[in-house]
Structures are given as structure tokens and as C-alpha cells.
């Protein structure tokens, strides 16, 4: 053969590999984006879906139940035929990076490709069963006194500050919700992992789950990262202990350093800053009490929306369409039972956005209101993505998203610029009093955010059993929180179906990963625009350079791995990256760390909880045993010891 000859069959086999190559990519763009095609279909059906969904959530009946389910399972099997087709395709011989991602996001159906759609179904159940119990729970402190979580307990827990009147409602929350629930969890459960592991991907539904977040190394990450974190809320958490103890009594602690949980304001004691002013550092300094402001300006419902909304406009982002005023539920309906837990809704239709929320005039709503829009944000800027791209990078993106605004709507710079102030914190006093007010929702917050998955991918792993789910739920709580059972909890019960996200089988590592990421973002944001010192007091209002970089992030969706996303909004800026990092967090609150180190130190009280265990007397089981938490062989004696003697 001549070289001639062999180079023009070397330029043909090329041109020929190039148009099949090229021909696959025309057949799945075509499969994907064509008249009919997946996006189209995969639109119209999960629209259908939503609007179902939608009515259920804001009006709990059994007919809304059942037509919501049943579009559970038309959209599980939509999923399963479409992994077939999509099947078909040979990945290698897909050239276009972005058509290859789509085909292999609708090759991973989770658990629709299970077989057996009455298994499908019964999950589909249990589920809204569940969230159903939840929503529908009425504590009753006395005839004719009763109470949903929200506004009722919420506002007991809130502004109560009578131990005993907290306790019955902490108490009274869990008896009437997630003890009601267990033996649904249970074999949710179940069904879940059967489902998941005979697709033969993964090894449980936690599994699954963590695969969302496109890294190997994502567990890893998180531990460590929390690690870094945990000298921090260690800090926080000596001197709240303290200032607590001097309001309710040192009798009301345990000697193992941790503190009862119904005491911070908050049902799950997440957040600690609606108890603000029984911790407040100066007292007499400079500080802001949000709800009253807005009280004292005759703030109501709509125009705390109305404020938010101006917020993302004033960044460059878009106003609400109509249909979110029209369509979306922003106070509680006197008439019907509501899914209260506060949401925002992409009705997958390209104009309909949403949210629902029993708004309340405080200051702690105004920045769930923030956050909801934030939702809606993202939504409105990757809406002309692919379908299967319309989405956050990963979960955590978009809570962190959501809750961007809140790091500068907070400020007092901001909350001067609207008018909710008249002047702004002065001197070191006043800087420190801001910080306090940030870390008991920011940084309280963390622990929480971190234990949720990591008991409930126990559960998915079999590690933890039926047996133990209130036991092993408490131990984590006890030493990641530094939080104990104010009364005796046993395996009758199940405190974590009265957390919302566990009833409804949201997965919640997404919140911590948004904690992180949002400081890494504000960071950015605020050296982008020369106002990286101090962070703590940057304010990106107004600012169009800010929201124009966080537009480039937020229009990718979930085009790209979420850390080339994290990537463009970071890019020429000290923090830039592609992977999570607690510095920015860190570097917002050093001051306040310094300080609370300080202090600590200056009252001799430097002792962290105990994090190998509960209080003492604290966990049961269901029949009596009781249950401590260190040296296998002594609680082995201890159980041994019980069973001879109630033979």
C-alpha cells in the first residue's frame, strides 16, 4: 500500500468514526430535546405531578393523597421506560459532554426501577401518611386547648421562658406526631432499600442519596469539615450553658455538661436565637430586636415579601412573576389542614413559581421569607436549562442559594438602608452583640444540620435498628449538640418523625453543606465588590456586580459538576475552588470565637459536655432497661443484671 493510500484510509476510518460518532450525538439530542421528546414529556408529567402535589400540601385530604400517589407511580414508571430507551444509547460513543450527563441522569432511577409498582405505591403511601400525621398533629394542653406546631406550639416554644410550660409542649409535640409514625418509618424503611438495591447500583437508600453530591470522598468531606468547625459551636455552646443556667437554675442541668433541649427557643433546638435576649453578651449595647421593629412599622404578611423581593431586584435579579402573587400560600388557611412547613414550588410549567408558607410578622419569618425567594431565584435563572438540568448543583446549593441574602439582609447596614433602624451598632460591643445574634442561627445551627443524615444512613445501613432508633437518634444528638432529653425518652417513642424532614423523608446533609457553602459565596461576593472587610458587615444590596456573578452561577443549574458551579463564583477571588471549605465561616465569626474563648476562660467555665454519652437515667427502652452509652461489657452486665432480676 502506498503512503498516499494509507493516508487517505487513515483520513476516511477518521471521517467515518467522526459521522457515527457525531450520528449517535444527533440521536439522543434528538431523544432529549426533540418535538416529543424526553425533556417535553418529562415537563408536561412532572407539571401534572406538582400541581397534585401542590394541592395536597396546602389542602391534606384523602382524595388529594391518592391522586398525588397515583402521579407518584405514573411518574416512577415514566422513569423506568425512559431508562430503557435511554439504554440504548452507547455512552462511549456519545462525543457531547453535556448530552452524555443528561443520558446518564436518566439511566440512575433511583428507586421508579423497581418492578413491583404496588411496592411503589405502598412507599408512595407511607410517605404522605407520614407527612400527613405530621401536619395534621394537635397537641392539647387542656380541653378545649389545642395546638398545631405551627403557629400555636411555635409560639409557645418561642416566647415562653417557664421551664415547665416548654416542657409540655416539647414533650407534648413528640407524643402527638413522631410516635404516631414509627412503625410507618419502619417499614418505609424497608420498602426503600429493597427498592434501591435491586436496581444493584447501591448498597442502600443513604447510599443513593450521597450520590447526588458526585464525589467519592462526600462523607469524608463532611466529617471533616465539621470537625473544623466543631471548636467553634464548642465555644458557642459553654457560654449559652452558662447564661442558661443562671436564668432557669443549675439544678435544671445534667452534671454531664449538656442541656436540656426545650429551653432554646426552638422545637429542635436548631436555631437558638428567638432566646436572644437571655444571652444577648452587652445588654446595654447596641442590639436588634427584628420583630419588634416590624411590628412598630405595621410590617404584615405581604409586605414582607414585598421587602424580600426588592432585595434580589436590587442585585439584578427578577421580580416575582404574577403568579406567585396569585398562586402561592403565604399565610395559613383558617379552613383546612396544611403541609405549614414553609417551601418554595417550581410548578415545572416555565412561568408558575410559588411558595407556601404560614407566615407570621417576626423577624425569624422574614428570613424564612428571604430564603423561600432564594429558592425561587434559582428557579427563575436556570429555567431555560434541559430539564433534567433544572436543578441545583448539588441539594446543598440550593439551600445555600436560598439562604445567601440572609448573610447580608441581616447586616446592620442593611437593615438601616430599609429602614427597620435608625443607627448602627457602635463600638466593639455592639459588633460583638451582631456577631452573637448571627452565630445563634448560623453557627448553633451546624451540628444539627450534620447528625439528621448521619442517623438516618445508619438506619438505611442497618446499623441502626427498630430497636434503637431513639437511642442511637439521642446519642447523636447528645454528642454532637451538646443537647439532652429534658424528660426520660424510651423506644416507645421516635423523636426524629417529629422533625419534619424525617416524616417526610427529605434528606438534610444539604443544609449543612448550604452553610458551608454560603460563606464561601459571600466571601467571593463581597471581594468582588471591595467589601471583604469586615465580613461579618459586607452587603451586597444594591450591588449589580454581585448578583451578576451570582447569576453565572445560578443560570448552570445543574449543567456541570457542582464544583466547576462553585468554581465560577469564586474565580479570581482568595477563596476560589472547587471544593467545600470552612475558612470563609470561620473568618466571619473569629472574632466572636476570640471572644467567647475569652470569656470562658475569665469564669473558669472551659468544660466541653460529655460526648461519649447521654445524662444518666435518660434513655430507656420500651421495657425499662436502661440504657448508657461506653464500655460494651458493662452495659452487656447492666442488661444481664436486668433480665434476672424481672424474670
Known amino acids: 500500500m502506498t503512503l498516499k493510500k494509507a493516508f487517505w484510509l487513515l483520513s476516511f476510518t477518521t471521517v467515518v468514526v467522526t459521522v457515527l460518532s457525531l450520528t449517535v450525538d444527533e440521536q439522543v439530542r434528538e431523544y432529549l430535546e426533540g418535538s416529543g421528546g424526553y425533556n417535553e414529556r418529562a415537563t408536561t408529567l412532572s407539571n401534572t405531578y406538582t400541581v397534585a402535589s401542590w394541592a395536597y400540601n396546602t389542602n391534606i385530604t384523602t382524595d388529594n393523597q391518592q391522586k398525588m400517589t397515583e402521579l407518584s407511580l405514573a411518574w416512577s414508571e415514566f422513569a423506568k421506560n ?39 405505591k405502598k412507599i408512595a403511601d407511607l410517605e404522605a401518611e407520614m407527612t400527613d400525621i405530621y401536619s395534621a ?20 416554644i418561642t416566647n415562653s421562658r417557664n421551664y415547665d410550660e416548654l416542657l409540655a409542649a416539647w414533650k407534648g409535640w413528640r407524643d402527638v406526631s413522631g410516635k404516631k409514625m414509627r412503625s410507618k418509618y419502619q417499614e418505609f424503611v424497608e420498602l426503600m432499600n429493597m427498592a434501591i438495591k435491586a436496581g444493584g447500583r447501591y448498597s442502600d437508600m443513604g447510599d443513593y442519596y450521597r450520590s447526588w453530591y458526585e464525589d467519592a470522598q462526600f462523607e469524608t468531606d463532611v466529617r471533616n469539615l465539621f470537625d473544623e ?75 414582607m415579601y414585598v421587602v424580600a423581593e426588592e432585595f434580589f431586584t436590587s442585585i439584578g435579579l427578577q421580580k416575582m412573576p404574577d403568579t406567585f402573587w396569585t398562586h402561592s400560600m ?36 422574614f428570613n424564612t421569607v428571604h430564603h423561600e425567594m432564594g429558592h425561587v431565584q434559582y428557579y427563575l435563572e436556570y429555567i431555560n436549562q434541559p430539564y433534567l ?15 445567601i441574602a440572609s448573610l447580608s439582609f441581616q447586616t446592620p447596614e442593611h437593615l438601616q438602608e430599609i429602614g427597620l433602624i435608625q443607627d448602627l451598632p457602635s463600638g466593639n460591643e455592639g459588633d460583638i452583640n451582631f456577631l452573637f445574634q448571627m452565630a445563634l442561627r448560623k453557627v448553633a445551627f451546624l451540628p444539627f444540620g450534620y447528625l439528621i443524615d ?25 454528642q454532637y449538640q451538646g443537647v439532652s432529653p429534658p ?11 417529629a422533625k419534619y424532614h424525617i416524616a417526610s423523608n427529605t434528606p438534610y446533609i444539604r443544609y449543612f453543606v448550604s452553610f458551608v457553602l454560603q460563606f464561601q459565596w459571600h466571601q467571593a461576593l463581597c471581594e468582588l465588590i471591595g467589601k471583604a472587610e469586615p465580613l461579618h458587615r459586607c452587603d451586597i444590596y444594591r450591588n449589580i456586580t454581585a448578583g451578576n456573578r451570582l447569576k453565572e452561577m445560578l443560570q448552570m443549574g ?87 432480676n424481672n424474670v
Open 558 to 644: 445543574a449543567s456541570k459538576q457542582w464544583g466547576e458551579a462553585l468554581f465560577t463564583l469564586t474565580k479570581g477571588t482568595s477563596g476560589e475552588t472547587r471544593k467545600l471549605s470552612a475558612a470563609p465561616l470561620l473568618s466571619y465569626f473569629k472574632p466572636l470565637q476570640e471572644w467567647l474563648t475569652q470569656r470562658n476562660a475569665e469564669a473558669s467555665d472551659t468544660q466541653i459536655w460529655d460526648k461519649t454519652s447521654c445524662p444518666p437515667g435518660s434513655l430507656r427502652t420500651s421495657s425499662g432497661n436502661v440504657l448508657t452509652r461506653g464500655n460494651p461489657v458493662i452495659v452487656m452486665f447492666l442488661n444481664i443484671i436486668f433480665i434476672i
Open 82 to 120: 425512559e431508562s430503557v430507551k435511554a439504554a440504548a444509547f452507547d455512552l462511549n460513543a456519545i462525543t457531547d459532554a453535556s448530552l452524555k450527563r443528561q443520558i446518564e441522569k436518566i439511566l440512575d432511577v433511583g428507586i421508579s426501577g423497581y418492578k413491583d409498582t404496588t411496592v411503589l
Open 137 to 156: 398533629a394537635d397537641w392539647c394542653k387542656s380541653q378545649g386547648e389545642c395546638y398545631k406546631l405551627e403557629p400555636g406550639l411555635t409560639e409557645i
Open 330 to 365: 403565604l399565610k395559613r388557611p383558617p379552613d383546612r389542614d396544611v403541609v405549614c412547613h414553609a417551601s418554595a414550588w417550581d410548578m415545572n410549567n416555565g412561568t408558575d413559581f410559588r411558595i407556601k408558607q404560614c407566615t407570621i410578622v417576626t423577624g425569624d419569618q
Open 454 to 478: 448521619q442517623w438516618r444512613w445508619s438506619v438505611y445501613r442497618g446499623q441502626t435498628t427498630p430497636a434503637n432508633y431513639n437511642t442511637e437518634w439521642w446519642k447523636l444528638r447528645c
Open 389 to 403: 438540568y433544572r436543578s441545583g448543583a448539588n441539594p446543598g446549593f440550593h439551600e445555600g442559594v436560598a439562604d
Open 229 to 303: 468547625l466543631a471548636p467553634l459551636y464548642d465555644q458557642l455552646h459553654i457560654y449559652v450553658r452558662r447564661k442558661l443556667k443562671k436564668y432557669y437554675g443549675a439544678d435544671k442541668f445534667p452534671t454531664s455538661g449538656h442541656i436540656p433541649a426545650h429551653i432554646f427557643g426552638n422545637m429542635w433546638a436548631q436555631g437558638w436565637n428567638n432566646i436572644f435576649d437571655l444571652l444577648v453578651p452587652y445588654p446595654e449595647a447596641d442590639q436588634t430586636n427584628l420583630t419588634k421593629a416590624m411590628f412598630d412599622q405595621n410590617y404584615n404578611v405581604t409586605h
Open 487 to 497: 424528660v426520660e425518652r424510651s423506644e416507645d417513642d421516635f423523636d426524629p418523625g
